[in-house]
């Protein structure tokens, strides 16, 4: 049994936990908050679970073995390093980090402390996801692919009143390429491999970071477009072109509902989904797969590429940001 211990309480962490102990292989084990009260209403539905409001009584609790990290985006870095030297695997909510250089140092860390990193990546890891990548054909016969996903954040509303909530501050390295273009970015490099070159072109909020997007991934034969945003609402589905019709898919940060239209044949062929009812509950399994099977040479080869995913998909978010002007606090450390 995994024990798990959360930092970060809000939403996001509270619908892991339940997809992690909807699989069985965890018990919540602490929860870590700065104030007593938040990290006590989060934990009280899960049981009996211990409390921390200092970072160092939190990782010296010695039979929790791996810390889920939600906290704003600038903190993950520090909060990953401390819970590695600390001996514990690491599940970092996406972007797990802001630069190539804190992706590189943890997870050299993670290997030489011999613990676990996985980026909470969770679109990657859906069964949906694995099939559409199953089905798409060569290289040379994609014509290029387009992915948007843009979705207004209430959060918002605080900008434009003059304020700078995290999500959209440069301090806490946000933005919308940084939450909502993750997805998108996942998906082109694991469906695609890594890209010659990228152009991002932002349009900026008040706060100096990218409100919505539009984003170039140039390929040998092809380009990928992306379209991530926060500042408004975008119906569009997401398609993928091919010489002899087109994949069109509802999102690719949840994939629900695939068709393909075949223009030879002039049909529509819809391709089945069945995503999971929690949609972390996929991700939660596969770590605790690897998590488990410390020695087992078929989730040592799988986990390995998925930490060079997300060492690939942190270099090219870091070089759209680059190349669209977004400066975070992070870049100076």
């Known amino acids: 049994m995994i024990n798990l211990g959360i930092i970060g309480t809000n939403w996001i962490s509270g619908q892991f936990v339940e997809a992690a102990l909807s699989t069985g292989e965890y018990e919540l084990t602490a929860v870590y908050s700065r104030k ?33 990290i939600a906290s704003p985006n600038s903190l993950h870095f520090g909060h990953a390093k401390e819970a590695i030297l600390a001996g514990k695997n690491v599940i970092v909510e996406k972007p797990a980090f802001s630069t190539p250089e804190e992706m590189d140092e943890i997870i ?7 613990v676990f990193f996985f980026e909470a990546a969770r679109n990657f890891h859906e069964k949906g996801f694995q ?21 207004y954040s209430s959060r918002y509303d605080q900008v434009l009143d003059g304020g700078e909530p995290n999500i959209f501050s440069p301090h806490f390295s946000g933005g919308a390429l940084m939450d909502l273009g993750v997805y998108l970015v996942y998906t082109a490099v694991a469906w695609f491999g890594m890209p010659n070159e990228v152009h991002y072109f932002a349009r900026k909020v008040s706060t100096g970071v990218d409100g919505l997007g539009w984003g170039i991934l140039r390929y040998d034969l092809f380009d990928v477009t992306i379209q991530p945003g926060k500042i408004g609402d975008s119906y569009a589905t997401s398609e993928v072109y ?17 068709v393909y239209h075949d223009r030879n044949l002039k049909q529509r062929e819809k391709i089945e989904i069945h995503p999971a009812e929690n949609p972390m509950a996929e991700e939660a399994l596969n770590f605790a797969k690897v998590i488990s099977h410390p020695t087992d040479s078929k989730y040592g080869i799988l986990y390995e590429e998925w930490v060079e995913l997300a060492r690939n998909v942190n270099q090219v978010i870091y070089d759209l940001r680059k190349s669209a002007g977004i400066i975070f606090d992070a870049d100076s450390k």
């Open 108 to 114: 050299s860390l993670a290997n030489e402390q011999h």
């Open 242 to 258: 091919f010489d002899k019709g087109t994949l069109v898919l509802n999102g690719v940060n949840a994939i629900e509902d695939v």
């Open 131 to 151: 099939k559409v990548r199953d089905l798409l054909p060569l290289k040379n016969e994609i014509l290029g692919a387009s992915f948007t996903y843009m979705k």
């Open 36 to 68: 007593l009260a938040t990290a006590q209403a989060f934990g009280e539905p899960f049981g009996e679970v211990e409390y921390a409001t200092d970072l160092h009584t939190f990782f010296g609790i010695q039979h929790m073995d791996t810390v889920y």
